[in-house]
């Protein structure tokens, strides 16, 4: 049996303007039902551990319906604290996105470190949408960007800007620009479509749309 872990932001506003944030539910409940279907269990972390925010609920949605009625989402909303997790326990980990982890998990200590360990020892890395957050700043044991040379793919510009995430009203920053200066090679579709790019354990996913794509695909390493 494969063991997964999800990694949630525990922070609730971004930008200057104070929007709600934290995770995009259909990014965990999509995923979550993907990995649970063929058998793996979902474990999650979050920054602060316990109750993590979310956005985006649609009742109209029926994995998101499913999930917010399930034992996998009561056991999200008592999430483990990122500081107490043993990495070795698991054979993934994976970043839902939502604009909450643009702030905690840029440089916090124990997610570089756990994204490190975990590619270091050729654990699956999976992240969708803004989850590609997580993986900026992350120094391998050789001295090098995680990022350098790896093709990935996020929430592109012209996504942010039909969406009208305005730089600093909203976002901290530009994702696919910081990506790009840490040495990845930005790879994307059409906005919204499904796209999922993957770079030997690592697999990232454009959109929200690409969040079941991601899971499959890491799936897929894993068997």
Wanted: charged fraction near 20%; proline fraction near 4%; include cysteine.
């Amino acid at each position: 049996m494969k063991h997964i872990l999800f990694i949630l932001t525990s922070n609730s506003k971004t930008g200057f303007e104070n929007r709600e944030a934290g995770y995009e539910f259909s990014e965990v409940a999509d995923p979550y039902f993907e990995f649970i279907n063929k058998g793996y269990t979902v474990d999650f972390a979050s920054i602060l551990a316990g109750k993590p925010p979310y956005v985006g609920y649609d009742a109209t949605r029926k994995s998101s319906k499913n999930f917010m009625e399930s034992n996998g989402f009561k056991r999200l909303n008592c999430s483990h604290h990122i500081e107490n997790i043993d990495i070795t326990a698991y054979d993934a980990i994976f970043f839902p996105g939502g604009l909450g982890l643009m702030t905690d998990m840029l440089y916090h200590p124990k997610i570089k470190e756990v994204i490190k360990n975990s590619y270091e020892t050729h654990k699956i890395i999976g992240a969708v949408c803004h989850g590609p957050s997580a993986l900026l700043n992350v120094t391998l044991s050789d001295g090098s960007n995680l990022l350098t040379g790896k093709k990935v793919n996020a929430f592109t510009k012209t996504e942010e800007e039909i969406d009208k995430h305005v730089l600093g009203n909203v976002i901290p920053f530009m994702l696919e620009d910081e990506l790009k200066k840490q040495g990845a090679i930005f790879e994307n579709t059409t906005p919204f479509k499904p796209f999922v790019v993957c770079d030997g354990n690592l697999v990232t996913g454009q959109n929200p749309a690409s969040a079941s794509g991601v899971a499959r695909k890491m799936i897929e390493l894993l068997n």
